[in-house]
């Protein structure tokens, strides 16, 4: 059962505009959610995360966003560059599960120029 | 190099051979995580150590696999009379406290033939 769900396989952004990736989780019981990035042939790496207090968290060119009524959560990045091009995962955790994260499938980020 | 660190990088054997994978986490990250990722999917996790304590494992952790942590340093995988259906990367991630913003080590990429 996937608890976290990424719905779009890619996306494909021109350099400059800015690059949404959605997710939706189904456990109400999450507290935190995280982004991460990932290159090919390399472990994925932390990007930004948000605790379910807060509605918005930024950091540089990286927002994420979480409505907790809809169980959804977006990350915008702006502007986009090239060397975002990557896979994004987007994960949860529960308080209660204490070690694991539940990763969604994630979304190709293509940026071209 | 103080990041997550695993070896070997990629494991090629024949089913019904016996695999060990290494994990090296940051020095002074208490939490130490095992995850499997398939084409296609996002991690999915195995186990989960605080210290020398493994305190869950994933339902996906069959009879044949087995994860040691000695002394809360290193860890080790093994995974017993492999089959065609381990092939997957695995990857080790630490943190310093709960599963958020775990780092991730590069993975160990097995391929059973």
């Known amino acids: 059962d996937q608890q976290v769900k990424q719905n779009s396989p890619s996306l494909s952004v021109q350099e400059g505009r800015i690059s949404i990736l959605n997710c939706d989780y189904t456990n109400s019981m999450f507290d935190y959610f995280l982004w991460y990035k990932k290159y090919p042939a390399e472990g994925p790496t932390f990007l930004i995360s948000?605790?379910?207090?807060?509605d918005k968290n930024e950091d540089g060119r990286f927002t994420v966003f979480l409505n907790k009524s809809a169980k959804h959560l977006s990350l915008h990045i702006v502007p986009s560059q090239p060397g975002d091009s990557a896979v994004y995962f987007c994960a949860a955790s529960a308080g209660s599960t204490l070690g694991r994260l539940y990763f969604g499938r994630g979304t190709q980020l293509t940026v071209w120029p | 190099d103080t990041g997550v660190s695993q070896n070997p990088r990629h494991k090629i054997t024949k089913r019904g051979q016996n695999v060990t994978f290494r994990c090296d986490p940051i020095s002074e990250h208490n939490r130490l995580y095992w995850y499997r990722q398939t084409l296609g999917q996002g991690p999915e996790f195995l186990t989960y150590f605080q210290n020398e304590a493994q305190l869950e494992k994933s339902r996906l952790l069959s009879d044949r696999f087995s994860a040691e942590r000695p002394k809360g340093s290193f860890s080790t995988l093994e995974i017993q009379r492999t089959e065609q259906g381990d092939s997957a990367m695995y990857l080790c991630?630490?943190?310093?406290?709960?599963?958020?913003?775990?780092?991730f080590g590069q993975g160990t990429r097995l391929t059973v033939v």
């Open positions: 991630a630490s943190s310093l406290g709960r599963a958020a913003e775990a780092f």
């Open positions: 948000i605790s379910s207090i807060k």
